[in-house]
């Protein structure tokens, strides 16, 4: 029987894997199953580890298992909104094992009048005002690079019944929202970092997931950037 949250929709670990049809390396899988049981969730790594990945499945689930449904996700610009998160949304949304319907556009995914995901950038904070839904999740990608006036404008609209947020950047700030979820605001967040050492690549030693950090490229960064760096 396939596997629901106690809201009734699918688990998003079965919807990846039989939805989809795409496999998931545990940092992945511990980002979507935190999603099911925290109403925030913060997620900090490097580059190469697959956080976009795990963003963009996120997203597919979350529209695809719940009506009705709203889903934003954003960006510091629109650039990064269009180039990062929603071409892997498309890469999966074309690919997918289950056609999964609707009208997919180029940053916007719409199944029915109260049931879509669009992309807005984090220029402005009036682009938030006006989204409602009984189910909403909000992404932010590249979450360090976004304002507080911005977080404060998401926070405004986290007044559903069943509000997610997800945020994923790197720790490469020392002031901000973003870095606040890991420190001063920890409580409220499901926190999760995600180490380059916790690479499948990096443990074998070999390509075991491909497009993930390899132990080749950790070697050159520590020689680069140092031991210590984030």
């Not at 889903?71 to 074309?94: E, K, N």
């Not at 609707?102 to 992309?119: F, V």
């Not at 947020?165 to 995600?194: C, D, H, K, M, W």
Request: net charge negative; aromatic share 10%; proline share 5%.
């Amino acid at each position: 029987m396939p596997e629901t949250s106690a809201s009734g929709s699918l688990e998003p670990l079965h919807f990846a894997r039989e939805i989809l049809n795409v496999q998931l390396w545990s940092k992945q899988e511990e980002v979507l199953s935190a999603l099911t049981h925290n109403r925030r969730v913060a997620v900090k790594s490097g580059n190469g580890l697959g956080k976009g990945f795990s963003a963009a499945v996120a997203v597919l689930w979350f529209l695809y298992c719940h009506d009705p449904a709203v889903v934003l996700s954003t960006a510091p610009t629109f650039r990064q909104v269009r180039h990062i998160l929603w071409r892997q949304i498309h890469r999966l949304y074309r690919n997918s094992k289950t056609p999964l319907g609707g009208k997919m556009l180029e940053t916007r995914w719409e199944l029915a009048d109260d049931r879509y995901a669009i992309g807005l950038s984090a220029d402005t904070a009036d682009q938030f005002q006006g989204f409602h839904s009984d189910n909403l999740l909000i992404v932010v990608d590249e979450a360090e690079g976004v304002s507080d006036e911005i977080y404060e404008a998401i926070e405004s609209v986290m007044t559903s019944a069943l509000p997610r947020l997800l945020l994923i950047g790197n720790p490469t700030t020392v002031s901000g929202a973003f870095r606040r979820a890991f420190y001063q605001e920890r409580r409220l967040y499901y926190p999760i970092t995600i180490s380059a050492l916790d690479s499948p690549n990096v443990i074998a030693r070999t390509t075991v997931v491909p497009g993930l950090a390899t132990a080749e490229w950790v070697e050159e960064r520590r020689e680069t950037w140092g031991e210590d760096n984030p």
